[in-house]
C-alpha cells in the first residue's frame, strides 16, 4: 500500500498514541482479507486514521471502519465497500470509479470532486454527520469538526452511478455529473443542483421539493412522477425529459426549455412559467375535451358521415401540441392558444375569430379558407404555411365557381415570422404586418387595405402593387 506524505493535516489532532504505522495498517488490511475470506482474521478499524493518496484500487473491504478518516486523493477504484462505515469520513477527489457502497454509512462524508462514475450506491445514508470531541481525556475521539453540515457532492462525477432510494437530503451537488444516474426514489429535497448534469438520469418518485435544478442538464431524464414543488429550475434544460405525473406546484421553471418532453398528467398552474419553452400534448386536456378532438377526427376523416364537427370556442389551449392533426372546419373561436402548436395541421375553414395565438406554431399548415379575423398572432412562427382561398361546391360536390378566402381583417401579425408562406388571394384588411418577416412570402392578391408594414422584413416578398413602404 503506498501513501502520499504530507498531503493533508486532516487528522492534526490525532494523538500519536491512536496514530497508527503504514506497517501497521498494512497488518489491519491483510487480517481483514482474512475476515472477508471466513479464514479468521479480523474487521479493519481504520478510525481517524490519515489514508490521503493511498493507493487500493479493487480491493475488498467489506465492513471495514473508517469513521473520520482521510481518503482525500484515494484510489479506490473498483472497491468493494459494501457495508462500510464511512462516518464524518473526507473522500474529497478520490477516485471512487465503479466502487460498491452498498449498505455503506455515508453520513456527513465529503465527496467534493471525487470520481465516482459507475460507483454503486443503493441505499446507502448520505444524511448529515459531524463527529464530536469526547472532552478530555476518557479516550473519546480527539477532535471537533463542525464543518460537516450535508454531503458535498460539487463537481463529483457520479455518471451512471446506482443512487436508488437514497437520503440526499439538501445535499450540495452543484456541477455534478449524474448523467444516466440511477437515482429512483432518491430524497433529494432542498438539494443543490445548479448546473448539474442530469442528461438521461432515472429519477422516477423522485422526492426534489424546493430542490435548486436552476441550469441544470436534464435532457432525456426519466422524471415520471417525481416531486418538484417549489423547486427552483430556472432555465433547466428538460428537453424529451419524461416528467408525466410530476407534481410542479409552485416551481419555478422560467426560461426552461421542456421542448419534446412528455408532459401528460401534469398541472403547470400553480408554476412559473415565463420564457419557458414547452408544448403540451393533447392527453393532458380533459376526458371531455379529448372526446370532442377523437369525434372531429372522424369527422373530418369521413367529410361528415361520422363523428361530429368539434365546437372548442373559447378554450384555453395555451402551450397544447396540436401538430398534424386535421381541424378543418373546427371552431376556436376566442380560444386562448398562446404558445400552441398547429404545425403541419389541416385547419382548412378552421375558425380562429378573435383567437389568441400569440407566439404559435403553424409552420406549414393549411389555414385555406380559415377565418382569422381580429385573431393575434404576433411573434407566431407561420414559415411556409399557405392561405389559399377554397372552392365553395354544391351538396352534390360539384362547382360553383366561387371561393372563400381566408379572412385575416384585423389580424396581428406584428412580429411573425413568415417566411416563404403563401397568403395570396387572403383578405388581410387592416391586419398588423409591423416587425413582420415576410422573406419570399407570396401576398399577391391579397387585400392589404390599411394594413401596417412598417419594419416589415419583405426581402423577396411578392405583394399587390403600390404596398411596399406602407
Not at 449524474?178 to 432515472?202: E, M, P, Y
Not at 377526427?297 to 397544447?320: E, P, V
Not at 395570396?424 to 392589404?448: F, I
Amino acid at each position: 500500500m503506498a501513501q502520499a506524505a504530507g498531503k493533508s493535516s486532516f487528522n492534526s489532532n490525532l494523538g500519536e498514541r491512536q496514530r497508527k504505522s503504514p506497517a501497521e495498517i498494512q497488518r489491519m488490511l491483510q487480517l481483514h482479507e482474512l475476515f472477508v475470506r471466513r479464514k479468521g482474521g479480523a474487521p479493519a478499524d481504520l478510525t481517524l486514521q490519515n489514508l490521503a493518496g493511498v493507493q487500493m484500487p479493487r480491493i475488498n473491504l467489506t465492513g471495514a471502519k473508517f469513521t473520520g478518516a482521510n481518503l482525500e486523493g484515494a484510489n479506490l477504484r473498483g472497491a468493494t465497500l459494501d457495508g462500510c462505515d464511512f462516518f464524518s469520513a473526507n473522500l474529497a477527489d478520490a477516485d471512487l470509479s465503479e466502487a460498491s457502497f452498498v449498505g455503506a454509512d455515508l453520513r456527513g462524508v465529503i465527496l467534493r470532486g471525487a470520481k465516482m462514475r459507475g460507483a454503486k450506491l443503493p441505499d446507502v445514508d448520505l444524511r448529515a454527520g459531524r463527529l464530536l470531541s469526547g472532552g478530555g481525556t476518557g479516550g473519546g475521539l480527539a477532535f471537533m469538526r463542525t464543518d460537516m453540515g450535508q454531503v458535498d457532492l460539487t463537481r463529483a462525477n457520479l455518471s451512471g452511478a446506482l443512487l436508488s432510494n437514497v437520503d440526499l437530503d439538501q445535499a450540495t451537488m452543484n456541477q455534478a455529473d449524474l448523467s444516466g444516474a440511477d437515482l429512483t426514489g432518491a430524497v433529494l429535497t432542498r438539494a443543490k443542483l445548479t448546473g448539474t448534469k442530469l442528461q438521461g438520469a432515472r429519477m422516477r418518485d423522485c422526492d426534489l421539493t424546493r430542490a435548486n435544478l436552476s441550469g441544470a442538464q436534464m435532457e432525456g431524464a426519466a422524471l415520471a412522477n417525481a416531486d418538484l414543488r417549489d423547486a427552483e429550475m430556472v432555465e433547466a434544460d428538460l428537453k424529451d425529459a419524461d416528467l408525466r405525473g410530476a407534481r410542479v406546484e409552485g416551481a419555478n421553471l422560467e426560461g426552461s426549455d421542456l421542448t419534446g418532453a412528455h408532459l401528460a398528467r401534469v398541472d403547470f398552474s400553480k408554476a412559473k412559467l415565463e420564457g419557458t419553452r414547452m408544448q403540451l400534448e393533447v392527453t393532458s386536456l380533459s376526458v371531455e375535451i379529448q372526446e370532442l378532438i377523437e369525434k372531429h377526427r372522424l369527422w373530418a376523416a369521413s367529410q361528415g358521415r361520422h363523428g361530429a364537427q368539434a365546437d372548442l370556442s373559447g378554450q384555453d389551449f395555451t402551450r397544447i401540441n396540436f401538430a398534424t392533426i386535421d381541424f378543418s372546419g373546427a371552431n376556436f373561436a376566442r380560444c386562448s392558444l398562446v404558445g400552441a402548436n398547429f404545425n403541419d395541421g389541416l385547419l382548412v375553414m378552421a375558425n380562429f375569430h378573435e383567437a389568441q395565438l400569440r407566439k404559435a406554431e403553424l409552420r406549414k399548415a393549411n389555414l385555406g379558407g380559415a377565418i382569422l379575423e381580429g385573431a393575434d398572432l404576433s411573434g407566431a412562427d407561420l414559415t411556409g404555411a399557405s392561405a389559399p382561398p377554397v372552392e365553395i361546391k354544391r351538396p352534390d360536390g360539384s362547382s360553383t365557381g366561387r371561393f372563400w378566402p381566408a379572412n385575416m381583417v384585423k389580424a396581428n401579425f406584428a412580429g411573425a415570422i413568415l417566411r416563404e408562406a403563401d397568403f395570396s388571394g387572403a383578405n388581410l384588411k387592416g391586419s398588423d404586418l409591423s416587425g413582420a418577416d415576410l422573406t419570399g412570402a407570396n401576398l399577391e392578391g391579397t387585400n392589404l387595405a390599411d394594413a401596417k408594414l412598417a419594419r416589415a422584413i419583405l426581402d423577396g416578398a411578392k405583394l399587390p402593387p403600390g404596398t411596399a413602404g406602407r
